[in-house]
């Protein structure tokens, strides 16, 4: 397996946040969940799902709670 990718569910006004943090600007990462039903009701304009390499998802869980 050369390739794997994981798709997590982040609140559209965090996805800056989501890359600032896998791009080692900020020290810590966003609330993120697996799936959208699990998400939490939105009233500024919901989720987004994000596919992430599995190393970028890797970092991503070992440095957040998910949710």
Not at 3 to 22: P, R, T
Not at 41 to 64: A, C, E, K, T, W
């Amino acid at each position: 397996m050369n390739c794997m990718y994981v798709n997590v569910w982040i609140h559209n006004m965090q996805v800056d946040e989501l890359f600032d943090f896998l791009n080692e600007r900020i020290k810590s990462a966003p609330k993120y969940w697996h799936n959208h039903v699990d998400t939490p009701f939105s009233i500024s304009g919901g989720y987004v799902m994000i596919s992430l390499p599995y190393d970028s998802y890797s970092n991503l869980r070992s440095h957040s709670v998910i949710e």
